[in-house]
């Protein structure tokens, strides 16, 4: 089957190709001719990875998904939630690192959660799949792997960040997996 992941993102896009497998031929917005930023703007994760999905739909008609992806601090309110990769005022990590770290100065309350919604249009119908990752934040970054606020994440249960695990340790656990688990299952039941 042959999908377009409605991504420019190269940590994402080696992520979810390692589930996938064989059975589906991943293009890129790259590979379908699509050079634009896609529109984020409806302020919610669940509706900006709908309006990324539906922009791909719209415009290549080719099926597809897209995700949106946030870190939800508990004690900021859901901060920075929606506005994850820019929250700094820029898509630096280390700079959004430093907010965030600035903002829960004087915190006790270290929780946060990941979450990801993905959008399937699969020949224009819309489902979507929704994974939650809990853990804290740590007072400094640990690692050097991952990507965004992995140094500072450490999932509940475990004694590493995302940022010290491997990929395929991360995978294993991580909020995209969650979701994106629950969209292979939903893809291969389709091909049976």
């Not at 190709?17 to 790259?30: E, I, P, Q, R, V």
């Not at 302020?43 to 949106?68: H, L, M």
């Not at 119908?125 to 690692?143: A, W, Y």
Request: aromatic fraction near 10%; hydrophobic fraction near 35%; glycine fraction near 10%.
């Amino acid at each position: 089957m042959e999908l377009c992941f409605a991504t420019n993102n190269q940590h994402k896009l080696a992520e979810v190709s390692a589930w996938l497998g064989d059975a589906f031929l991943l293009k890129t917005l790259n590979d379908i001719g699509c050079r634009n930023e896609l529109p984020e703007t409806t302020g919610t994760i669940p509706g900006n990875s709908r309006q990324k999905a539906e922009y791909v739909w719209t415009n290549y008609g080719v099926s597809c998904f897209a995700d949106d992806s946030g870190l939800e601090v508990y004690a900021l309110n859901g901060e920075p939630g929606v506005d994850s990769a820019h929250y700094s005022g820029s898509r630096n990590a280390e700079q959004n690192i430093q907010k965030l770290l600035t903002n829960l100065d004087g915190q006790t309350n270290r929780k946060a959660r990941f979450i990801t919604v993905f959008t399937l249009l699969l020949h224009g119908i819309e489902h979507q799949f929704e994974g939650i990752v809990e853990g804290q934040l740590l007072t400094e970054t640990r690692g050097t792997g991952g990507f965004g606020y992995d140094p500072l994440f450490l999932p509940d249960g475990y004694d590493r960040t995302f940022a010290e695990m491997s990929i395929e340790e991360k995978n294993a656990i991580s909020h995209r997996s969650r979701a994106l688990t629950k969209m292979v299952a939903y893809l291969k039941e389709q091909i049976n």
